[in-house]
């Protein structure tokens, strides 16, 4: 059977409307929306000269994507069609991809040594956080069939899931854990889950928090902790020549 939550189902296109239920489970499009906000301005800011013009392209490209998506789902995101569901997939990606050029950048004026210190170490920052915003917010755009398949459909609908949470083992713990267990509490991650298992795979260069399942998962994954390490290794060398 085909997903209608997948990109290039065959269902029909027409808009998807929740019922009230539905709608009050839907997540709020307010964290998620936050954290694209400080994303496209930690990237405006980035101090690099070189990239300034695709930087200012992707911003207004990415802007563009998200006003009809905006429109669509003005506060919680209950409603979807095909149109806007493509539309989620390439904004996340477009963001993602953006700013692995400006990793690619900063990478290139730490080797060279040549650039100011301080500013470079200041931009290597920027990279650093937007890359876990970026990629924080493709996994929720990813896992499950997206937020409105998460918020909406019944568990037998849902697309295969892209992380395995903690919540999702919990079903024969203690009452009070199991509160908030998948299967007895009805639990679904919303983008905060997924920003914290981005910032741990930065951080750790490997997951902590959920385990990825799927084969693209697991290589967006292995992407982003490589070039976390890479970023780390090369602010702390540079660091330690500003200081001796």
Do not use: C
């Amino acid at each position: 059977m085909d997903d209608p939550h997948a990109p290039g189902s065959d269902h029909d296109t027409s808009q998807a409307q929740a019922s009230p239920d539905q709608e009050r489970r839907a997540e709020t499009r307010w964290p998620a929306l936050t954290g694209l906000v400080v994303a496209l301005a930690l990237y405006a800011l980035v101090s690099n000269p070189g990239t300034a013009a695709l930087r200012y392209l992707a911003i207004a490209l990415v802007l563009l994507i998200l006003l009809p998506l905006f429109v669509l789902n003005p506060h919680r995101l209950s409603r979807e069609t095909q149109w806007s569901r493509w539309m989620s997939i390439v904004l996340t990606s477009l963001l993602v991809v953006a700013n692995q050029i400006n990793v690619l950048s900063v990478i290139g004026e730490l080797l060279s040594g040549t650039a100011n210190g301080p500013r470079v170490l200041l931009t290597a920052l920027q990279v650093w956080v937007t890359n876990v915003i970026a990629f924080g917010l493709l996994y929720w755009d990813l896992d499950r069939g997206g937020p409105v398949a998460r918020g909406t459909l019944s568990r037998d609908q849902l697309p295969p899931a892209d992380f395995a949470f903690p919540q999702d083992d919990h079903r024969d713990a203690v009452v009070e854990v199991t509160r908030q267990s998948s299967q007895r509490g009805d639990w679904r991650p919303g983008f905060v889950d997924y920003l914290y298992v981005s910032l741990t795979n930065m951080m750790a260069f490997s997951p902590t928090d959920a385990m990825p399942l799927r084969t693209r998962t697991k290589m967006f994954m292995a992407v982003q902790a490589l070039t976390g390490f890479i970023l780390l290794a090369l602010v702390i060398s540079r660091a330690v020549n500003i200081l001796g």
